[in-house]
């Protein structure tokens, strides 16, 4: 479903990303972990081209784009759902507009048709009932729930989220992994660059520790977690063992 080439990035000077290669299959959950500043959510944005590899080939469903090429460009974004840390919800619109609007202004749909389509995903995400409050009545759990359903709604073949809880109380963070535990269970293929450990072990195919812009290690959770390799990988684990 997802093939990274021999990815390369760089911002001016500085080396972000140096020699990816990555494969996620058909209904596969990757999760992407490692410090703040390895390269995690660069990687997950040239998956659906909001960032532009310096080299290299990113294949998204048999489709890849190039970095002077808008139109294959958009080509791949269509066949992803991002959903970020800080939700991008449009404040001046309800749940359920923010749910439809790529519905109704991008493929044309028939707003009786997208608010039947939206509203079935709110129920999904646990939110018919905020349909038609607005983004600032709404917890950030929940707005976050939203900014799920609005992915789902353009129909991917792929969701990707870049820490989707980093943002959130504690106390919200489980209302959001617990749809994106359904998503998966459904067989949607993800990325994820998260923090949350405990997540990653339940729910991943597979998990990479990006470091220095590298895959350090890639394996199972078990792999991962209760047989790291590299010192690296295990300086990171004790880090998060200890907060």
Known sequence: MIELNNIYKSFGDKDVIKGV???????????????????????????NALELPTSGQ????????SNNN????????KKSGMVFQNYQLFPHMT??????????TVKNM????????????????GLEQVSNQYPSGLSGGMQQRVGIARALAMNP???LFDEPTSALDPELVMDVLNVMKDLAAEGMTMVIVTHEMNFAKNVASKIAFIHEGRIKEIGTPDQIFNHPK??????????????
Not at 22 to 40: A, F
Not at 230 to 243: E, G, H, M, V
């Open 70 to 77: 808008r139109r294959s460009q958009i080509a791949v974004r």
């Open 110 to 125: 028939p707003k009786a048709e997208a608010e039947k389509i939206g509203l079935d995903l709110l129920h999904k995400v």
């Open 230 to 243: 590299s010192d690296a990988l295990k300086r990171f684990l004790n880090i998060i063992d200890q907060k």
């Open 157 to 159: 073949k792929v969701m």
């Open 95 to 104: 749940a359920l507009e923010n749910v439809i609007e790529g519905l109704v």
């Open 21 to 47: 290669n990555l494969t996620v299959d058909d209904g596969e959950v990757v999760v992407l972990i490692g410090r703040s500043g390895s390269g995690k959510t660069t990687l997950l944005r040239m998956i």
């Open 58 to 65: 990113v294949i998204v469903d048999g489709t890849s784009y």
